[in-house]
Nanobody, 121 residues
Framework: QVQLVESGGGLVQPGGSLRLSCAASGSIFSISSMGWYRQAPGKQRELVAAVTTGGSINYADSVMGRFTISRDNTKNTVDMQINSLSDEDTAVYYC???????????????WGQGTQVTVSS
């Protein structure tokens, strides 16, 4: 199995910053993409940002220019610097990777346990 462990969430004031980190471990044959999703209370989980092995990055429109995702393919880690936070960014943030755990296995999504980001004064 592939395990994802996140860190870096917390309580921050509007306009503040946080850095989220995620490390993938376990039986990993290959990872095609890594990224972050979030789910606010009463809302569906949504993509925040993702980066492929080749370096292609996709951001949600709502975070463009404020969030920066980065990935280390050698360490199977993905970080996200989040700046200029507002109340609307309050959510549980989930790390995601699309990976194969063996050469014979199919590609599937794996999820971390989630880390809470709360923006409040």
């Amino acid at each position: 199995q592939v395990q994802l462990v996140e860190s870096g969430g917390g309580l921050v004031q509007p306009g503040g910053s946080l850095r989220l980190s995620c490390a993938a471990s376990g039986s990993i044959f290959s990872i095609s993409s890594m990224g972050w999703y979030r789910q606010a209370p009463g809302k569906q989980r949504e993509l925040v940002a993702a980066v492929t092995t080749g370096g292609s990055i996709n951001y949600a429109d709502s975070v463009m220019g404020r969030f920066t995702i980065s990935r280390d393919n050698t360490k199977n880690t993905v970080d996200m610097q989040i700046n200029s936070l507002s109340d609307e960014d309050t959510a549980v943030y989930y790390c995601n990777c699309n990976a194969r755990r063996a050469a014979w296995a199919s590609t599937r999504d794996y999820w971390g346990q989630g880390t809470q980001v709360t923006v409040s004064s």
